[in-house]
């Protein structure tokens, strides 16, 4: 068999191909976004595969093809299971038809996230087997595994990445496409009609599954001992977890890595635990396999409280906690006096438009944002909003914090952002809630006509769908006024004219009622904007330029300011569009157009 280097998430989607999987679907989030991307462009000749618009859809849309008969799977990151864990918690009742399997990516330290939560605890408390792998191979072949598992123990299967797993790279084997014929479609009422009185007998069912699939636990390929004679440690791990402890131990600990971690495999564990006078876990995040263990009785477990739960491991971690061998470990960085660069808005971004005018209304507005990319309008010196809590969040949030600044006397109006993806996802029912409440507040959707944040991936409002197949645009205004928004009450401009978007937030002001605002211009990096734009930008007439610093107020990467002469630089031609926003705010026409 032939050979590849493949990131975690590249191995995924081959285990997929591999095991004979017929549907997929997901929300992209990162880390998990390059799985279906990679089902997308190399597999989707033998997968159907789709951008659902929100979490629950996609688990919902890959389980009704489970029931179906088709292998079916469904990819999220960590907090997008929270959006589907209404169908998730019935599908471990009802269980399977054909195989069903669900990627949490989960994403401790934060890198692209809201919070740490670690989802393993998801498959205890949904009643869902899961596998964890350790490197790019394993996530080939256990997720391969998975569908076969779900099948035989008719459960759904929780497959639980972390960031390191997913975008890590390793050596993996490849094998062939197994034949997994679609199985027939029979009604099974009794099993799929998720009523209280089945509801009832299947949960006796789960039951009795999870205590066949916990005597398999302790017998399969998926967990394994590696034991080194005459060693007086013994290590409990599981993951990426698992790398870090092989590196600082190697062959001087005994180490029980476990792939199948729910059920977890109470005898192996309760065995390798009376061997060892010091006994680790090592696992990120919550307690979850030490709680375990200690539940079997074996209260000299070492684990959180050397370990924290906080953010992710490296060697370094688990050497400085559970070795005196820390000077191993230590990783030096030249002190190279890089200053701090914090994200922020690209050049020509469409939301910078819109929020450096909101900042010229800020006295009237207490502004509510969301989850994507314009969230970086947080920082200054734009200082965009001040709360962001989860998608469709900044419209949802208006309904209420409206009340508490009429409660308290405050005259500002609560307005709230969100993007055209994160619209379709779950900002259309907030925006409902909105008008049906009759709240006097301003929702606004940034429609830069893709789902930017996680890598440009296709929603309903565009016109291509995950395969490269046209597909009709649904229409962001049809629905804005389908839910009872007229003319008097709606605006529709570029972001970037900033006297259309100041009579906008003037209007929207002083309008009472639901007032809806639809900023529309595509992301700058959309290949065919870069296309379009290319050869213009805009300089600096260093004759007209007074170096009053207007033009810095915007916040683009692309402009600087000459301390020498004391004027305003382009210091990024090949980055600038030619947006105008600079131009804009330039009182003395200092700043003009190249290659228009």
């Known amino acids: 068999m032939s050979k590849m280097i493949m990131s975690g998430n590249e191995a995924v989607a081959r285990g997929a191909y591999e095991g004979g999987v017929h549907f997929a679907a997901a929300y992209p989030g990162t880390p998990s976004t390059e799985i279906l991307e990679n089902i997308g462009g190399l597999y989707k000749d033998d997968i159907y595969c789709e951008w659902a618009p929100n979490e629950k859809v996609a688990a919902e849309a890959a389980y009704g093809a489970a029931i179906g008969g088709m292998r079916s799977m469904v990819t999220f990151k960590h907090v997008g299971m929270n959006v589907a864990a209404d169908p998730i918690f019935t599908a471990g009742y009802a269980g399977a038809n054909g195989g069903f399997v669900l ?111 916990r005597e398999f636990s302790n017998n399969c390929k998926y967990n394994r001992l590696e034991e080194v004679e005459g060693a007086e440690i013994g290590i409990i791990t599981s993951g990426i977890s698992y790398q870090y402890v092989k590196e600082v131990f190697g062959n001087t600990a005994s180490v029980l890595k476990l792939g199948l971690t729910f059920p977890l495999p109470d005898k192996m564990l309760a065995e390798f635990a009376a061997k060892y006078k010091t006994l680790y876990v090592v696992e990120e995040g919550e307690p979850y396999i030490e709680n375990a263990v200690k539940a079997l009785g074996f209260g000299h477990i070492i684990g959180k409280e050397k370990l924290t739960i906080q953010g992710e491991f490296n060697t370094k971690v688990v050497s400085d906690a559970l070795t005196d061998a820390a000077e191993k470990f230590t990783y030096k960085v030249e002190n190279a006096n890089i200053p701090a660069r914090p994200p922020v808005l690209c050049a020509g971004c469409p939301h910078r438009g819109f929020y450096f005018a909101l900042g010229k209304h800020s006295d009237k507005f207490v502004s509510m944002g969301d989850i994507g990319c314009y969230a970086l309008a947080v920082n200054p010196p734009l200082n965009g909003f001040d709360c962001s809590i989860c998608m469709g969040g900044g419209f949802s949030t208006l309904v209420g914090i409206s009340r508490a ?37 301003v929702a606004v959707i940034l429609d830069n006509s893709i789902t930017a944040m996680t890598g440009h991936q296709q929603n309903p409002g565009t016109t291509k769908n995950l395969m490269g197949y046209d597909t009709p645009a649904i229409d962001i205004e049809g629905l804005v006024r389908a839910c009872g928004i007229d003319d008097a009450h709606l605006r529709v401009f570029d972001p970037m004219d900033q006297a259309a978007a100041d009579e906008a937030l003037t209007a929207a002001y002083e309008a009472e009622g639901p007032f809806v605002i639809i900023t529309k211009r595509p992301c700058a990096l959309l290949k065919e904007v870069i296309k379009a734009n290319a050869g213009k930008h805009v300089k600096v007439n260093p004759d007209k330029c007074v170096g009053c610093k207007l033009c810095l107020k915007i916040g683009c990467p692309s402009m600087a300011y000459d301390a020498v002469n004391k004027k305003a630089v382009i210091a990024d031609v090949d980055n600038c569009n030619q947006c105008t926003l600079c131009m804009q705010q330039c009182k003395l026409g200092a700043i003009e157009k190249v290659g228009e």
């Open 405 to 441: 600044l009429k409660a308290q006397g405050d005259t500002r109006k609560a307005i709230g952002e969100l993007g055209d993806s994160t619209f379709f996802h779950s900002g259309l029912t907030s925006l409902i809630d909105i008008v049906a409440s009759e709240s006097n507040v």
């Open 103 to 213: 990627v949490s990516a989960d994403d401790p330290a934060c890198h692209s996230s809201q919070n740490e939560q670690d989802n393993r605890l998801y498959a205890q408390h949904a009643k869902l087997l899961m596998l964890e792998a350790s490197d790019s191979q394993e996530c080939k072949d256990f997720f391969r595994d998975a569908f076969e598992l779900s099948e035989k123990f008719d459960m759904a299967v929780l497959f639980r990445m972390t960031t390191r797993v997913c975008h890590s790279k390793s050596v993996v084997e490849l094998g062939e496409r197994v034949d997994s014929p679609v199985k027939k479609y029979e009604r099974r009422a009794d099993k799929f009609a998720m009523l209280p009185a089945t509801a009832k007998k299947r949960h006796i069912i789960v039951e009795d599954n999870i205590i066949k699939a």
